[in-house]
């Protein structure tokens, strides 16, 4: 039988091994250091990667460092 403490430690490792693939408009307002409105100008602007689902927007990751690499000042 696995104790509790063991069970913990499998989903914490679990946990640490899944890369998140999508972040929030709010993630992105953080990772950015940009304000919250900002960030929503931002993903609604032509060309900014972002799937919607209902009213809800994620920013795949991989595709915002694409397009952060793309629109970067250091071309």
Do not use: C
């Not at 920013?59 to 915002?64: F, K």
């Amino acid at each position: 039988m696995v104790d509790v403490e063991t069970k913990t430690t499998i989903k914490i490792r679990r946990k640490e091994q899944m890369e998140k693939t999508t972040m929030s408009v709010q993630e992105l307002s953080a990772q950015m250091g940009i304000s919250l409105p900002k960030a929503y100008e931002l993903v609604k602007s032509p060309g900014f990667p972002t799937i919607r689902i209902g009213t809800r927007i994620l920013i795949p990751v991989d595709a915002y460092k694409e397009w952060l690499l793309k629109n970067s000042a250091h071309r």
